[in-house]
């Protein structure tokens, strides 16, 4: 070869990689854009930031309170955060309730505004807007109680107290203590800023009441409002505060309240679908390596694509193959085997994703044998059940151990599937995982800790267990080499 032409074939080289380089930041360039593109496209709901005077139902203008919470208060906390009491104030608050999402959507084909949940009848309701708060009273509990909500001491410690419960009420939210606000306490049911119209106590069916915010010329009226906050006010002597445990009395509380069943369904559904997985990855690695290399093509990608579809995908494919929708469900239907959310169901998706890694691990050992070893095996007369009990299995062994400690922990960590495909049934198809995600939305952070504490070691253990094995089985290994 010339040294001419090694030049017009390093030149083409070198060009081709130039033109790749410029359609991958063509493409880079074009996905931005897109995004771009898309972020502008998408709808806001920001909050409004509202303008002019805050006024009462007959146009009178609300008052701004002067005061602010006292930040040194003790304040007594419910376990909950659904009651608090100022140590000092006449007055507590119990029954508390913090919306952060209210609805927009009609009540009996009418439209009466963006509305929140309140207390039930007399409670009051904070509006929390851009850069104010309305603090509305029933003016019926104000009169039973004998509340003044001008006076400048029952507005202190209102605030004090309701910033207290809403800071441990937040749960990451917005936190009212962190806002600059201005407050404005009324008992007027209607209250007008600008274009939001502000209701009070409305009643659409019996025993259920709302704060509603409109929007004039509008129907959506959520951005008049941050988040809404409720509650029943009462005397001090009538509000009861159970207060948090703390130290080690809060530990046993802990788990003398904590479920325990999404342990044992983990626990129950793994063991059962690692079997399974041991048999078919055994079985599926060892027959795969039996057939020509064109259906172990299509095999090897019908066992493996599990890996890497999501999870979901996998649960939304297995309940429309056991669903009613396709002959195989209806006939396990018509049989009396309803699987779809049920335990084996949660079984079934443990398996579906466990298998691959299990069948990916033991078919790589296989692979790794000599085959000459193997066909002396047959030629001395040896059977192909003999040839995988007595040389093929002992030789992979470790391996093999490996492909079932993953697959467990694969099947153990298990979520989008099983939730999709056998539900969240406590007791019956919620596992660690499952149980970490409705806690948490649930607001039981401390429960999705511990779960998530007690994956971890189990991940742990499970990594440590493959360390410790590998490093016994090569130190054996070379023992026996010697």
Known sequence: MTQDTLRMRFGAVLGNERRARKGIVMMLVCACVVALLAGMAAPHQALAATTGTLLASDGTPLVASTVSADTDGNVALAEKS??????????????????????????????????????????????????????????????????????????????????????????????????????????????????????????????????????????????????????????????????????????????????????????????????VIFILGLFAAWWTMRVNDRVKGILDTIFTIPMVLPPTVCGFLLLLLFGSSTAVGRWFIAHGLNIVFTWPAAVIACIVVGFPLMYRTVRGAFEALDPMMLDAARTLGWSEGKIFGRLMMPLAWPSIAAGTVLAFARAMGEFGCTLFFAGNYVGITQTIPIAIYFDWMGGQTDVALFWVIVVILISFAVILFINVYSSHSQRYRKRLGE
């Open 82 to 275: 659904d009651a608090a009491l100022l140590s000092s104030a006449s007055y507590g608050i119990d029954s508390f309730i913090r919306q952060n999402k209210g609805t927009n959507k009609t009540y009996n084909d009418a439209y009466y505004g963006y509305r929140w949940t309140e207390a039930g009848e007399g409670a009051f309701s904070v509006v929390v807007g851009d850069s104010f708060a309305i603090v509305h009273i029933p003016q019926a509990t104000a009169d039973a109680l004998g509340i003044d909500i001008a006076d400048a001491k029952f507005q202190q410690d209102f605030l004090t107290t309701l910033v207290a419960i809403d800071r441990a009420a937040a749960d990451g939210g917005k936190e009212l203590g962190k806002l600059s606000l201005t407050y404005y306490f009324t008992t007027s049911d209607t209250v007008t800023h600008g274009d939001y119209t502000y209701q009070f106590d409305v009643q659409l069916e019996p025993g259920y009441y709302y704060t509603t915010c409109t929007l004039a010329e509008s129907d959506d009226g959520r951005t008049g409002a941050q988040y809404m906050e409720s509650g029943q006010v009462k005397l001090a002597a009538d509000t009861v505060v159970k207060e948090k445990a703390t130290g080690l009395a809060a530990l046993g509380a802990f788990f003398q309240k904590l479920d325990w069943s999404p342990l044992w369904v983990s626990l129950r559904t793994t063991l059962v679908a690692i079997a």
